[in-house]
């Protein structure tokens, strides 16, 4: 009897946005070797992004239900620099540690914002002092949206879960700063989107 097979998670937004991102990666992760990945979902951007980068270790991690679909995307491509994901909740004990770069995507926005705020405690012990800190999704500046599409992707969010949101900029910046972080750069990607870098320590 043939054992079917179960299809892999896609994003159709992991498919648009991950050129652009990689665009910032390749600058900013140039001289790192192992990289966390936080809320790696599907798992598409990290085969993409561990492909295109093959000196880096691209370290997957999520919430135990999404575990099963990116081990499906690791084992497909079978590449050398991605370990099998970790089970990770930004609330309890973070199982890595030694990480000289951070990625995540579309995260804080489904976050509530003491998740938010644990993510970044938990970058405290998971990332070396010298660390890089990439994270994508939408923004808002001075509290106002910057389009009114992300006005309405905001409300659809806080219809489904009031405690999602669209993050203000300052905010996430500051929790950051609080951190030992530095930003690098803050650069507007498709799709009213951006990508913030920051650098640890002096």
């Not at 951070?102 to 705020?117: D, K, R, Y």
């Not at 949206?145 to 806080?158: H, I, P, V, W």
């Amino acid at each position: 009897m043939m054992e079917i097979q179960p299809e892999k998670p896609w994003s159709a937004a992991c498919e648009r946005n991950r050129a652009p991102i990689l665009t910032v990666l390749r600058s900013h992760f140039a001289d790192r070797r192992r990289v966390l990945e936080l809320g790696a979902g599907t798992g598409q951007h990290a085969v993409h992004f561990a492909a295109a980068l093959p000196h880096l270790v691209w370290q997957t991690s999520d919430r135990p239900t999404h575990l099963a679909g990116i081990r499906l995307w690791l084992d497909e491509a079978g590449l050398p620099n991605t370990p099998p994901p970790l089970a990770l909740d930004v609330t309890r004990p973070w199982p890595a540690t030694g990480f000289d770069a951070a990625f995540s995507a579309n995260t804080l926005h489904i976050l509530g914002w003491p998740e938010v705020e644990a993510l970044f405690a938990g970058l405290d012990t998971a990332l070396a002092a010298d660390a890089r800190l990439a994270i994508y999704g939408p923004f808002n500046y001075g509290g106002k949206f910057s389009s009114d599409s992300n006005a309405a992707f905001d409300a659809a969010l806080r219809a489904d879960d009031p405690k999602r949101g669209i993050r203000d900029f300052e905010a996430v910046d500051a929790l950051a700063r609080a951190r030992g972080f530095t930003l690098l750069e803050d650069r507007a990607m498709p799709a009213n989107n951006r990508c913030a870098v920051w650098r640890r320590g002096p």
